[in-house]
DNA sequence: GCCGTTTTCGGCCCGACTGTTTTCAGTCG
């Protein structure tokens, strides 16, 4: 059994023990012990196997013990109990925004079951009679379930990231702020983002209110207030504005960029020390009496603790805490440290734009190299380019070199990985590339020991530098292939074999996990945009983002390097494997 | 159910907004 399977399992445990009633720490517990288990980089089966599952955080005995169960049996006696009493389709009222546990015990106790009877009975008005239901949580429920259809899936960070931007440009130029940033998930940089939140300051807040809710790009206002406003965006996307006072405005930075996790553990970390944290300040608590300690800063909040900043990519409640206490914390690499993006397309495969075009735009940004990594001639609705095609391009990229001075062109390719793990070039003619990134495109529900040998035996072709977009998922349209993963990594570490971070957001792969994991046994990443037009490049913010969650330091990424650097970094890993 | 820089027992984050109330419960982040 997978992770996520066991995941899901504790979190419906949850899920149901809070609609009984039961202790809200126990609920607690399971929905954390359903995150460790989620957020690990490795299968519990091998880490059971290792005797190491009772050593993960959040992860008793008791857990450990259900763990075990599932993984031998599949499935857990307690999770089968409960959805005896409790009818599987009610976990999709959980979905439903505005309905909470205490709601679905009381629709429960109605014979209520599904979403369609909900929404059958809130039409009917058969909900208002209920103890503390009227009119109004009918409608709210109605509206909760049309939204929870229309907009269920979170948005990607792609699009996260521009509506935040158009909204901040929008208030800075027609509201009254003074300090203003996004906070939320979007500022962690997680792959997905639930809602944009965005958090200012200023002197007079009801204007900055009444423009954020006048704003073009408002579909509808789901709430208002005068310190707090949602609204649903045109493209359905869910956005908060804060107004808070700017004494507060680190502590309302801190609180509400969160994650939850992290808060709640740093939460825990200061009730020891006497300190307490809100989203107005930091106060040290001495015989009832509340000292002030800062506010303004984010930094104050963390030093208040005895703890440097730590940077927001991190704050999931993954060990930072910990190592921002032993000093330990990661020098995160940093947009201004990458040198050259190594996998980008020209107009002979499937990109917009020519080789000069793209080698001027990633000189305009300041890189000092690019590779050029048009398709194989298997992808042939991408413009894949035969051998013949490819060796007309070196006339082309020998004239852009010329044309644009003062960074260099890598000859490249995005090779397709074969069914059988071939490439989709013979060796003498990858042999005379100056980078090549093998893909896998085609066969995605090949089963999972077939799927991991078909990429390790490509990567154990000598002219292979780079894996790209390792599990190929596609976020919201194609979930990842299947493969084991650690077995890929370990591979990648014997045999040099650098792994991609593919900056594209709709992608972000390696994700922010694996990345970690990658890390950890030493193997090298290279964070690339796979640009299909000039201004694809600047999808990279998005993998450094990645690339930070994942704990990386300029010397995990190999595109952090020099030109010089790197081609003597490859050709040593190439002779590794020839 | 989990955990330990006061602990192996006794805690476990907390404030804003909404709706249904007439002082508060539920939900959310």
């Known amino acids: 059994m997978r992770n996520s399977e ?97 709601t679905v015990k009381l629709l429960l106790d109605e014979a209520i ?21 009227g009119a109004k949580t009918e409608q709210e429920i109605l509206r909760g379930i049309a939204r929870m259809r229309e907009y269920g899936k ?9 509506l935040a931007q158009a909204i901040v440009e929008a208030l800075r130029e027609g509201a009254p702020v003074d300090q203003m940033e996004a906070a939320g998930s979007l500022r962690r940089m997680k792959e997905t983002i639930g809602d944009v939140d965005i958090l200012v300051t200023s002197d007079r807040p009801e204007e900055v209110m009444a423009r954020f809710l006048s704003l073009d790009l408002v579909g509808e206002v789901v709430m208002q207030g005068p310190t707090k406003s949602s609204v649903l965006t ?47 300040g930091v106060f040290r608590v001495e015989e009832g009496k509340e000292e002030r300690l800062g506010g303004r800063a984010e930094e104050e909040m963390y030093a208040a603790l005895g703890l440097p900043l730590i940077p927001p990519e991190l704050r999931e409640d993954q060990g ?25 397309h020209s107009d002979w495969s499937d990109g917009h734009e020519d080789i000069a075009g793209m080698a001027r735009a990633a000189k305009a940004r300041g890189y000092k190299y690019i590779g050029l990594c048009d398709h194989s001639p298997s992808q042939t609705v991408a413009g894949g380019l035969s051998v013949e ?41 990858l042999a005379e590339l100056d980078f090549v990134v093998a ?25 292979v530098d780079c894996l790209g977009h390792p599990t190929g998922r596609l976020l919201g349209r194609r979930e990842p292939y299947d493969v084991d993963m650690e077995e890929v990594l370990k591979a990648a570490a014997r045999l040099g074999v650098a792994m991609e971070i593919n900056a594209y957001p709709d ?20 964070i690339s945009t796979d640009a299909h037009a000039p201004e694809h490049l600047d999808f990279i913010r998005f993998g450094i983002g990645t690339a930070r969650r994942g704990w990386l330091e300029a010397n995990d990424i190999l595109n952090t390097l020099s030109a010089a650097q790197l081609r003597s970094r490859l050709r040593r890993a190439r002779s590794r494997r020839s």
């Open 439 to 463: 893909s896998v495109h085609s066969g995605w529900k090949t089963e999972r020991a077939a799927m991991t040998a078909r990429i390790i035996k490509a990567m154990e072709n000598p002219w």
């Open 320 to 344: 930072e805490i910990e190592a921002a206490r032993e000093g330990a914390l990661p020098e995160l690499v940093e947009q201004s440290q990458i040198r050259g993006d190594l996998h980008v």
């Open 6 to 102: 066991i995941a899901r399992v504790f979190s419906e445990i949850a899920a149901i023990l809070t609609v009984r009633g039961e202790n809200p720490f126990k609920v607690r517990a399971y929905e954390r012990a359903a995150e460790a288990i989620g957020s690990l980089t490795e299968e519990a089966s091998a880490l059971r196997e290792r005797g190491e599952l009772a050593g993960i955080a959040d992860i008793g005995a008791s857990s450990v013990a259900k763990i075990e169960e599932l993984l031998d049996t599949g499935r857990c006696a307690l999770h089968q109990e409960l959805l005896q009493e409790f009818p599987p389709t009610a976990l999709e009222f959980f979905r439903v925004p505005g309905v909470g546990p205490k």
């Open 234 to 280: 045109r493209d359905g996307v869910q956005a908060d504005l804060r107004v808070v006072a700017p004494e507060s405005f680190g502590a309302a930075l801190q609180y509400f960029t969160g994650s939850k996790e992290h808060n709640v553990r740093l939460r825990d970390h200061a009730v020891r020390r006497k300190i307490k944290l809100n989203e107005y």
């Open 507 to 526: 992608r972000l792969d390696l994700k922010d996990v694996h990345a970690r994991r990658a890390k950890e046994l030493g193997v090298k990443v290279i």
């Open 113 to 133: 079951a599904t979403i369609e009877e909900l929404e059958t009975a809130a039409q009917a008005g058969r909900l208002r009679g209920l103890r503390g239901m």
């Open 389 to 429: 095609r490819l060796r007309e391009r070196k006339a082309e990229l020998e004239a852009a070199r010329r044309a644009v001075p003062g960074i260099t062109i890598l000859n490249g390719t995005e090779v397709d990985i074969k069914r059988g793990g071939g490439l989709d070039y013979p060796d003498e003619v």
């Open 154 to 162: 979170r948005a990607d960070l792609g699009t996260a990231w521009a």
